[in-house]
């Protein structure tokens, strides 16, 4: 790996990452922290339940161990340039989220419930899928540019996975929200969760090429640079998506994620702040006219106002037409218990919180368990996760990279903050899960696949001498050794 | 392109703040509001997760435990509930607690700060935290007596004894009771139908309420030792024998109505002891018509009338009403219109004569210990007012013993024991269509001089034959009974 080191000669970007050592052995030391912690965590859960080592401890070590290794070798082999701290980054919140997980079907109380199935080993298939998927997109997708000739293909296949919940007899509706999709004998997918990874690909595309149009034509107007009527058409159209996301699938945070992801790539392809001000007034004018007669909607802005009226309806039975629910007020109870540095693993009740303890609400049984110390360390890591991502955007050389990995950082960091704010009351709840943590196939396999994407991206921005060869779309240009 | 990217990075980080900020707010600056929720399960949770400390009187613990099944581990038992409810209270895995059960809930449960420093130290010798205990002032012998004489009785009803020296609540019963242990767990099938059944609206007797420290009730003639009282503090009457200008019959004041007294009575310019041997209304109600309302008024909150007293289970507030009419004064000085006391309200006037004219705050806890018996908190006796001077209570002694020796109470005399009382009979109902409130209020005095016990007993039969309702007759025996115990458990 040395022997490529190649003092840096020219700078095409702001992050002098040419010529940067390969980092892998960082990679390495910090994956072993991200396999001990949630191994101990794991022993600490079944300390503090049975007084007793767990007895798939080994297995559970061994198996997050070795998607770790898996993952590591697949990136020294097929990304040796990568950003090193991404991988260790999502195999930790893969590996804690297991042991909540595993601790959450350990209650009882959760046990009791005629739903119940043992989560951990489920997800625990899905992580290898994962992280498959992931060492599937290193080995495969040698040039994160290959994409840029599916743009169109993207758009298409996004919208057919947003719209599969829809479809009659394939829809799968839960608790209000149509966001899954019913596979038999496989289970239940959430398309929504793969649907962001293409539309990041397809909007990178787009905007790639329309950019300089989006930008410089336009007139100003009060400090502000006025879009030309045609170019809106794009952006009016993500918008109409996302409020048929609304309507349709009552999904707000989907909806939420969609229209941020693409206002975040507009606004970083054309530099232009006036797209950040129609996002934002669209957004709030699409939110409003739609939580004005859905019921759905209006239910979580109530209970977000109000989560303890909205408790003492749901105790009470009242039955006016709309479900109340009282898991927004348990959520903030588990927080609120777990004070400053929580119960401890296992000592916690955030199994109160019932229905989707163990997916939409896990960060509140890390809340109670692990204390506002714990869940400050988990946001940071996700903060870390959005830093390396943008840092790649940063340092990728070309415009697609940027854009794409910009994209999927800021749809992550957007998905971080709709669920934890929605989990902890600071905005309405939303039917998202906490990637990594929560349990539920699709979002930890499709998080997987960001991840692998990012790596792909940033192992281009980081490679030594850029490879022309490595750019199947630049093949004309290569240059002929003598 | 990288100046948007840094901008977009900023907002990245602005939203993590925002979820950094307020995950400070909940975890950490409404942590303790969120935490302590009664809402909250975990309170519930943490209440039942340890055995619960004890209540105890004489040194027994009249409470107990017993471990359960689901999140709850512990719930209450009660040794003898019934009898003990108006002490205890309840404390349910459903319901939540009430009375002392819910206001040493920290002490029983382990969790008061005060026992911070012990609990810090089980936690490090690896010990399971344990709920600390109540140490009540009551006699195990004076309630049995109090609560075994109302049962025999039948009726509702109530009695309190207070050890006049010091404020000592030594029995508190009511009656009819219910069994706090039927309705400690959180069962749907037993303790839930147990609780509809104790609810007031499916239970006309309403058994869970406390008669002796919650049920106001017209204090009839026993109010006349009040009466009495303030006419010897306001220099209205000097000796017990000097006549009292009285007319039979009695016109009152303001009005053309008379007042009666309960039969052909020898009331005529009665002597105040007379007067109160054979219950005057006329010399009472003039007495009180010429003091005023004022002067009745202050004596009777010098008694504890018109507040609430904390025992620390709070009181319901009795009632001597102000800016009435001369003849509503009338009738309140002989405990009628709308003079309303609750049993401990009239055991604490019985016990302020007794002890000399100085009347102690009455209380139930006396100690609250550790789980390893050490004291945390030992109450003091407190002196709550001087409604009489030490004269005048002696005076006022010596008419109540006389009631006792050779007029109404007789039914309380007890061989070789002072005793003084005063009987009542309450009218109450529209135009006294319901049957009376039986009332009896008497001390005992030991051969020192010294009083050990003062009682109050009301009973509210609606079984009984309106004729034998007297206070003498129902009251009077259940009052000797527990001053007997009380004296038996001091030999």
């Known amino acids: 790996m040395s022997s490529t080191t190649n003092p840096s000669t020219q700078h095409t970007s702001t992050i002098g990452a040419i010529g940067a050592p390969s980092r892998r052995n960082t990679e390495l030391a910090l994956l072993v922290f991200a396999v001990v912690i949630p191994v101990f965590a794991y022993a600490n859960v079944g300390l503090a339940l049975d007084d007793q080592v767990p007895a798939g401890l080994l297995s559970y070590g061994l198996g997050l161990g070795l998607m770790a290794g898996l993952g590591h070798l697949a990136v020294r082999k097929f990304a040796p340039y990568a950003d090193p701290l991404l991988l260790p980054l999502a195999t930790l919140l893969n590996g804690l989220g297991l042991v909540a997980i595993w601790r959450l079907d350990q209650s009882e109380r959760l046990q009791q419930s005629r739903t119940f199935v043992e989560a951990a080993p489920r997800q625990l298939m899905y992580s290898a899928i994962g992280v498959a998927l992931f060492v599937a997109v290193l080995f495969f997708l040698k040039d994160h540019r290959v994409l840029q000739r599916y743009t169109y293909i993207s758009m298409a296949g996004a919208l057919v996975l947003l719209l599969l919940p829809l479809v009659p007899g394939l829809g799968h509706n839960v608790f209000g929200a149509r966001i899954w999709i019913k596979i038999p004998g496989l289970g239940t997918l959430q398309p929504g969760e793969f649907a962001k990874i293409v539309l990041a690909v397809f909007f990178a595309g787009y905007l790639m090429v329309k950019r300089d149009a989006l930008a410089l034509a336009s007139r100003r107007f009060m400090g502000l640079y006025l879009p030309r009527g045609r170019d809106l058409g794009p952006i009016i159209v993500v918008w109409i998506i996302s409020i048929l996301i609304l309507v349709f699938e009552t999904d707000l945070g989907t909806s939420l994620l969609f229209f941020g992801m693409f206002v975040i790539m507009l606004y970083v392809a054309t530099e232009r702040t006036s797209w950040i001000v129609f996002g934002l007034l669209m957004s709030a004018a699409g939110a409003v006219g739609v939580a004005s007669f859905e019921p759905h909607i209006q239910t979580r802005v109530q209970a977000w106002l109000n989560p303890e009226r909205e408790f003492d309806l749901s105790r009470a039975g009242v039955q006016d037409g709309i479900v109340h629910s009282e898991q927004a007020m348990q959520a903030l109870w588990a927080f609120g218990s777990g004070g400053t540095l929580g119960s401890g693993w296992g000592q916690g009740h955030s199994d109160l919180i019932g229905f989707a303890a163990n997916s939409d609400f896990i960060l509140a049984t890390f809340g109670e368990e692990l204390g506002l110390a714990g869940v400050m360390a988990l946001l940071l890591l996700y903060a870390l996760i959005v830093e390396r991502g943008v840092r790649t955007a940063l340092a990728a050389r070309d415009p697609f990279g940027k854009l794409l990995a910009i994209g999927l950082s800021g749809a992550f960091a957007l998905q971080v903050f709709v669920v934890a704010g929605g989990v902890m009351g600071l905005i309405p709840l939303t039917g998202m899960t906490m990637p990594f943590l929560a349990y539920g196939g699709s979002s930890v396999i499709a998080n997987w696949a960001l991840i692998g994407i990012l790596l792909r991206i940033s192992d281009t921005a980081r490679r030594p001498a850029p490879a022309p060869a490595s750019n199947p779309d630049a093949e004309m240009t290569q240059v002929v050794r003598p | ?491």
């Open chain 2, 1 to 491: 392109m990288n100046k948007p990217l840094r901008r977009v990075a900023i907002f990245c980080g602005l939203l993590m703040l925002a979820l950094l900020v307020r995950n400070n707010w909940i975890q950490y600056a409404q942590a303790d509001k969120l935490r302590t929720d009664e809402k909250n399960r975990r309170v519930a949770i943490e209440r039942y997760a340890t055995p619960r400390g004890d209540i105890i009187v004489d040194g027994e613990p009249i409470t107990g435990h017993k471990a359960t099944g689901g999140d709850f581990a512990y719930k209450r038992t009660y040794k003898n509930g019934a009898m003990w409810a108006p002490v205890t209270g309840y404390v349910s895995q459903a319901f939540g607690a009430n009375q002392l059960e819910s206001i040493e809930d920290g002490i029983l449960t382990g969790n008061d700060d005060r026992l911070f420093f012990r609990n810090t130290l089980d936690m490090l010798t690896g010990k399971k935290k344990q709920g600390g205990n109540v140490v009540t002032t009551l006699s195990g012998a004076a309630q049995k007596a109090a609560y075994n004489g109302l049962k025999k009785q039948g009726g509702k009803g109530s009695v309190v004894a207070l050890e006049p020296s010091t404020g000592k609540i030594l029995a508190l019963a009511s009656y009819p009771s219910y069994d706090p242990s039927t309705i400690a767990g959180n069962s749907l099938e037993t303790d839930a139908k147990a609780w509809e059944k104790l609810q007031k609206k499916n239970n006309p007797d309403d058994p869970m309420l406390n008669r002796a420290l919650r049920e106001v009730y017209p204090p009839g003639s026993t109010f006349k030792v009040v009466t009495a009282a303030a006419a010897l503090e306001h220099g209205m009457v000097e000796d017990a024998d000097q006549k009292t200008d009285t007319p039979l019959p009695y016109i009152m004041k303001g009005t053309t109505t008379e007042l009666k007294n309960d039969g052909d009575l020898p009331c005529k310019d009665a002597s105040l002891r007379e007067a109160l041997r054979v219950s005057c209304n006329t010399v009472f109600g003039k007495l009180g018509t010429d003091l005023g309302n004022d002067k009745m008024l202050e004596t009777a909150k010098k008694f504890g009338f018109g507040e609430e007293h904390f025992t620390p289970v709070r009181t319901s507030s009795s009632l001597f009403d102000k800016d009435m009419e001369p003849s509503q004064v009338a009738l309140s000085s002989i405990g009628q219109f709308n003079t309303a006391a609750t049993p401990l309200q009239m055991a604490m006037v019985a016990a302020a004569v007794a002890n000399n004219g100085t009347l102690m705050k009455p209380y139930m806890v006396d100690e609250l210990q550790t789980p390893g018996l050490d004291t945390i908190e030992k109450t003091d006796p407190e002196k709550f007012s001087e409604p009489l001077s030490p004269e005048n209570a002696q005076i006022l002694q010596s008419m109540m013993e006389t009631v006792v020796n050779d007029g109404t109470g007789g039914n309380a005399k007890i061989d070789g024991v002072t005793v003084g009382g005063k009987t009542g009979t309450a009218q109450h109902g529209e135009n006294n269509s319901k049957n009376p409130y039986a009332w009896f209020i008497s001390y005992a005095k030991t051969d020192d001089g010294s009083a050990p016990v003062a009682v109050a007993v009301v009973i509210e039969d609606e079984n009984a034959v309106r004729g034998d309702i007297s206070g003498g007759g129902l009251a009077a025996p259940i009052a000797k009974s527990v001053m007997e115990a009380v004296l038996k458990s001091k030999e």
